[in-house]
């Protein structure tokens, strides 16, 4: 129950920037929003991937349903697809937990970092993406309307060429393709994103908002 609140509480993070570049990306999130499309969103480490995904869904019709987070790194393929297909938790198998899909039901699932699932894990979401329906062992099977957003920082052809992804999939997930730019491609977003930082400091901290000078 505290995950599923959790979940549907909206986000307040906006994008921040006046520069030709965001008001682009804002344009095209807006646009990406009102589809219903799997997306696949592309940048480095840290240019704000969740917070592109984040805004997808707060501007779509799933809005006030949940939005949930699932990052495969540091996992292995046995509890990766524990959490997002089975959700059970093996040492006390009468303590059934929901999967990440089951969750994420009626709204919007982020994956980051994609390309870290192992295949045995890529055909099972594959196989999962044709219908969205899956099997749990000794229940009836269970139809999910789940709108699935990726993210990676790498470049997914080159782990097609190296046999680490499935091609596959790849196309499935990349149905609507969005790239984040980096901070450094948008320098003009500086001064007014120091301003808001400044002042959420100040807010949370009860101090004083601080001046910078040009």
């Known amino acids: 129950e505290n995950?599923?609140?959790k979940s549907k509480v909206i986000d307040k993070t906006e994008l921040v920037g006046n520069s030709h570049i965001t008001t682009k990306l804002r344009s095209d999130i807006e646009r990406?929003?009102?589809a219903t499309s799997r997306v696949l969103i592309q940048g480095k480490i840290g240019s704000g991937k969740e917070l592109a995904a984040r805004l997808i869904h707060k501007k779509s019709k799933r809005a006030n349903a949940p939005f949930v987070v699932f990052s495969p790194v540091c996992m292995n393929a046995e509890k990766i697809a524990q959490a997002l297909f089975d959700g059970v938790d093996k040492q006390d198998n009468a303590t059934r937990r929901p999967s990440v899909f089951e969750v994420a039901n009626n709204g919007t699932l982020y994956i980051d970092e994609i390309s870290?699932?192992?295949i045995p894990v890529q055909v099972k979401l594959l196989k999962f993406l044709q219908d969205q329906v899956f099997e749990r062992a000794g229940?009836?099977?269970i139809k999910l309307d789940v709108r699935l957003i990726t993210a990676t920082s790498k470049n997914i052809q080159d782990d097609i060429r190296d046999?680490?992804?499935l091609e596959d999939l790849y196309?499935?997930?990349n149905v609507i393709s969005l790239k984040i730019p980096s901070l450094c491609d948008r320098k003009e977003d500086?001064?007014?994103l120091v301003k808001y930082f400044a002042k959420q400091i100040a807010k949370f901290s009860g101090l004083k908002?601080?001046?910078f000078s040009d």
């Open 190 to 192: 500086i001064p007014t």
């Open 209 to 211: 908002e601080r001046e």
């Open 32 to 34: 990406i929003a009102l």
């Open 163 to 165: 046999g680490t992804f």
């Open 139 to 141: 229940s009836k099977p």
């Open 171 to 173: 196309h499935r997930l």
């Open 116 to 118: 870290a699932l192992p």
């Open 3 to 5: 995950i599923d609140l």
